[in-house]
């Protein structure tokens, strides 16, 4: 397990997008930090979340490329499975997400985002997104900090 799993390990992990966009099109240097966090997942070792916004931000690249073997994999990634909870975008988290845009000055997604990490119960947030700094409560976790050459 790789440094990132092991800085994970016994929090509840919120996966912003570009944690699955990195992972699921290889994107260096992030593949294998990335590779090590859904192993983690898959055997109990770490526990994450995700918005269901995650799979509408993951598949506008594979559909403007009419890449349909990418949309059918996020589609399968972005599912019910062990270690991952897909919360539904459901009123409470707008209103959240509202209050945390106005408050922070976050994008609307990135809000949606954060409103269910927090509604999720996560303790850690990862993501490449440096925006995410002005969230309060949750430890975040930059994948630029974790890039292996």
Same mark, same amino acid.
């Given at each position: 397990?790789?440094?990132?799993?092991?800085?994970?390990?016994?929090?509840?992990?919120?996966?912003?997008?570009?944690? $699955?966009?990195?992972?699921?099109?290889?994107?260096?240097?992030?593949? =294998?930090?990335?590779? &090590?966090? $859904?192993?983690?997942?898959?055997?109990?070792?770490?526990?994450?979340?995700?918005?269901? +916004?995650? %799979?509408?931000?993951?598949?506008?690249?594979? $559909? =403007? +490329?009419?890449?349909?073997? +990418?949309?059918?994999?996020?589609?399968?990634? /972005?599912?019910?499975? !062990?270690?991952?909870?897909?919360? !539904?975008?459901?009123?409470?988290? %707008?209103?959240?997400?509202?209050?945390?845009?106005?408050?922070?000055? /976050?994008?609307?997604? &990135?809000?949606?985002? =954060?409103?269910?990490?927090?509604? @999720?119960?996560?303790?850690?947030?990862? @993501?490449? &997104?440096?925006?995410?700094?002005? /969230? !309060?409560?949750?430890?975040? $976790?930059? +994948?630029? &900090?974790?890039?292996? =050459?």
């Amino acid at each position: 397990m790789g440094a990132l799993s092991q800085a994970l390990q016994g929090q509840r992990v919120y996966l912003d997008a570009n944690v $699955f966009i990195y992972a699921l099109e290889g994107v260096a240097p992030w593949t =294998a930090p990335l590779h &090590d966090v $859904f192993v983690g997942m898959e055997a109990g070792q770490i526990q994450a979340s995700t918005s269901a +916004l995650t %799979l509408v931000e993951c598949l506008v690249r594979p $559909f =403007a +490329l009419a890449r349909d073997d +990418l949309v059918q994999l996020y589609r399968m990634v /972005l599912s019910a499975r !062990p270690g991952l909870e897909i919360a !539904p975008v459901h009123t409470e988290v %707008l209103i959240s997400a509202a209050r945390l845009r106005a408050q922070l000055g /976050l994008k609307l997604p &990135d809000a949606i985002h =954060a409103a269910t990490a927090q509604a @999720t119960g996560c303790t850690a947030l990862l @993501t490449n &997104d440096t925006g995410f700094r002005r /969230l !309060p409560g949750v430890q975040l $976790f930059l +994948l630029s &900090d974790w890039a292996q =050459a």
